[in-house]
């Protein structure tokens, strides 16, 4: 038999009536080879007679047409649903144990019915159920590896590198380069200041805690000295030859050569604890040795960043943080700021077009309210809602973010000509001042975390809102609630916990203890949620204090139908923009699970069996209860969520109803 071939090309259009690849292998494939040229056969040729080629097949994602090439399959699910995987696997930079997992979420979703999953992030399927295949046998988990995804942009790439060899380089394309020279130079200059700073500090730190007790980074314990101790000769030790030659060693960086011209200004140190050093804003020594040692300031200490060598930051973007306010437990922001400098977590929220749209349609409906008006954004970020409020007319903004992130705000706002209109401000909010930022109109901010309070963001922007919004003006957005729901879904709550009973044969059981101690941000099916949903939380945003974000309050639920177990509860957000007065004025975003997916998903609190050991619940059964959320003792930025439940349950076969409770902890980390 021939074989049949059928070519397509990338742009044609492909229907399940596309003919592709077919491969007929012979029934007598190297007959030939086993014979000599007089015919005779040849024993020792069997050993290299090829085996049969086993034919297989690559099943659509998303429907039961089959394919003979893994790359047509994946254009035809392109073409016919939408869904991109290359593309998905190139923008998330997915290595190969992700690919399976993908393969077999998409495939996990296709059973549920969705077409076109929508996939923002690994987190979806960063779950190890993932790793256990769908299908039986499924061809495109052993072909992944050989999806060449990088050929078209290597191939632009060297036409680029070959075009810019054959001729001169353009006065355009000798700027453009410059510019990105000085943007690495830029990056390089930071990372020599990083260092400098953390060694310089902890150095002298470590001359303080000799002098007041403490730890120093040697692993050496000095006592506090008593106070008559602390004379002249005592303080001396504070500018003794050691110190002394640390200092000298803060040298100023090399000098890039494309920069000449622009000043190099001192920097002072600081560190996470900005209580703990006595170092000059304005230059690099310590008190003088002639008077007592004073105590150490509350205040932190002035900090000029880098911005003032930015060729995109005007005289205001330089700030003196001085706040004295400080959080009632301790805030590790070191992973949390490095992690929104990081790109991908900025091109996920942007790329979530329900909740991007959500803000941009509300100041573009409502863009009398942003008119000539002074806004406050309050982290930032990629600056894509100082934007908005700029686009819509906003006479002044002032964009805020802590992270490094904020340098390639300033970047985006100079391109999109919007440098005369928008400031932007690194460093805290919590350590700006009047002269920093005036009284303004309007703050706006996307401060929601993974259910609703994580990373503590809102404190932010409450303390924004008391030192810097004016009487009467407008809070984006203006409220904000939560919603709890109970939640039957055996088949997620087997995989989470049974799959790990037996691992390519091994007992994984002890992977399973972290399961029900966690808070996991799924997408729940809606037809898992077996009983309407409550409102247990309202928040004001023009009202509210921190205190209030730290509460106990109760909930009422009860079942749309019989259930053998309660698997766990759902708890979802939604957030409300408002223009006081204004008719028609109010919009949503919501992150529950009947509306379109974002990339907050819902929060799914498993309940541990062995700890609330559940029944048969009745249809109408009542589940009541409170739902506590406390930060975190260790880091204020993590929450714990405390459930206590309790519910009637079905005993005996007459239908007689018990009690059964609850009481369980989860933690959102």
């Given at each position: 038999m021939d074989d049949i071939k059928a070519e397509t090309t990338v742009g044609d259009e492909i229907s399940p009536h596309t003919s592709f690849d077919v491969l007929d292998v012979p029934e007598h494939a190297g007959s030939s080879d086993s014979m000599d040229e007089d015919g005779v056969e040849d024993e020792e040729g069997w050993e290299d007679v090829q085996p049969d080629v086993e034919e297989v097949s690559f099943k659509s994602f998303f429907d039961d047409l089959n394919f003979q090439d893994v790359h047509c399959m994946l254009e035809y699910c392109k073409k016919t649903y939408g869904f991109d995987f290359l593309k998905i696997k190139r923008e998330l930079d997915l290595e190969f144990l992700e690919m399976i997992k993908l393969v077999n979420y998409i495939r996990t979703e296709a059973?549920?019915?969705?077409?076109?999953?929508?996939?923002?992030?690994?987190?979806?399927?960063?779950?190890?159920?993932?790793?256990?295949?769908?299908?039986?046998?499924?061809?495109?988990?052993?072909?992944?590896?050989?999806?060449?995804?990088?050929?078209?942009?290597?191939?632009?790439?060297?036409v680029r590198k070959t075009s810019a060899l054959n001729r001169p380089f353009t006065e355009d394309e000798t700027v453009a380069l410059k510019q990105d020279l000085a943007a690495k130079w830029d990056s390089f200059r930071d990372f020599y200041h990083q260092q400098?700073?953390?060694?310089?500090?902890?150095?002298?730190?470590?001359?303080?805690?000799?002098?007041?007790?403490?730890?120093?980074?040697?692993?050496?314990?000095?006592?506090?000295?008593?106070?008559?101790?602390?004379?002249?000769?005592?303080?001396?030790?504070?500018?003794?030859?050691?110190?002394?030659?640390?200092?000298?060693?803060?040298?100023d960086p090399p000098t890039n050569p494309l920069d000449k011209a622009l000043p190099i200004i001192p920097i002072a140190s600081i560190d996470n604890d900005p209580r703990d050093h006595l170092v000059s804003a304005a230059h690099h020594t310590l008190p003088a040795a002639t008077t007592p040692p004073k105590p150490l300031p509350k205040a932190p200490v002035a900090s000029i960043d880098d911005a003032h060598r930015d060729p995109f930051t005007s005289a205001a973007d330089l700030t003196l943080p001085t706040d004295t306010t400080q959080p009632n437990r301790p805030e590790n922001d070191t992973h949390y700021m490095e992690a929104y400098a990081q790109i991908d977590i900025h091109e996920t929220m942007l790329k979530d077009r329900v909740r991007t749209d959500a803000y941009r349609n509300f100041v573009n409906n409502h863009s009398n309210a942003f008119k000539d008006k002074i806004v406050l954004d309050v982290g930032c970020g990629s600056g894509i809602l100082s934007l908005f409020c700029a686009k819509a007319g906003a006479k002044k903004v002032y964009a805020?973010?802590?992270?490094?992130?904020?340098?390639?705000?300033?970047?985006?706002?100079?391109?999109?000509?919007?440098?005369?209109?928008?400031?932007?401000?690194?460093?805290k909010i919590e350590h700006m001042r009047a002269s920093d930022i005036p009284k303004v109109d309007v703050i706006i901010s996307e401060w929601m975390g993974y259910g609703l309070l994580y990373e503590s963001m809102l404190d932010s922007v409450l303390f924004a809102r008391d030192h810097f919004l004016r009487p009467g003006g407008l809070m984006v957005p203006s409220a904000a609630s939560l919603q709890i729901a109970p939640v039957r879904d055996e088949e997620y709550a087997a995989d989470k916990v049974q799959y790990w009973s037996d691992v390519y044969g091994f007992n994984m059981s002890a992977m399973a203890s972290q399961i029900h101690r966690d808070a996991i941000m799924h997408a729940i099916p809606p037809n898992a949620i077996v009983g309407p949903s409550d409102t247990f939380l309202?928040?004001?945003?023009?009202?509210?204090?921190?205190?209030?974000l730290e509460f106990t309050k109760q909930f009422n639920v009860s079942l749309s139908q019989d259930i053998d177990n309660l698997s766990g509860f759902g708890v979802w957000f939604s957030v409300d923009f408002d223009v006081p007065g204004a008719l028609d004025a109010r919009s949503s975003l919501t992150t529950s699970p009947f509306e379109p997916s974002t990339h907050w998903l819902q929060m799914y609190l498993m309940v541990d069996p062995k700890m609330n050991p559940a029944g048969p619940l009745a249809a109408g059964a009542q589940i009541t209860g409170t739902v506590k959320y406390a930060k975190r003792q260790a880091n204020a930025r993590e929450i714990d969520v405390v459930i206590e439940w309790e519910a009637a349950r079905m005993v005996g076969a007459l239908g007689e109803t018990d009690l059964e409770g609850g009481k369980q902890t989860w933690m959102i980390v």
């Open positions: 059973k549920r019915g969705v077409n076109n999953p929508e996939v923002f992030h690994k987190r979806q399927f960063e779950d190890d159920q993932y790793l256990q295949p769908v299908l039986d046998d499924d061809a495109v988990l052993y072909s992944l590896d050989e999806l060449d995804i990088t050929l078209e942009v290597d191939d632009s790439r060297e400098k700073r953390k060694t310089h500090t902890s150095t002298i730190r470590d001359q303080v805690r000799r002098v007041f007790g403490g730890r120093t980074t040697d692993g050496r314990v000095y006592r506090r000295a008593s106070a008559p101790a602390l004379g002249a000769q005592s303080h001396d030790h504070l500018l003794s030859e050691e110190s002394s030659e640390d200092l000298a060693e803060i040298e805020v973010d802590q992270s490094d992130i904020l340098y390639k705000a300033r970047e985006i706002v100079h391109d999109n000509g919007f440098s005369d209109t928008i400031t932007c401000i690194r460093g309202t928040i004001d945003l023009y009202t509210c204090t921190r205190l209030d």
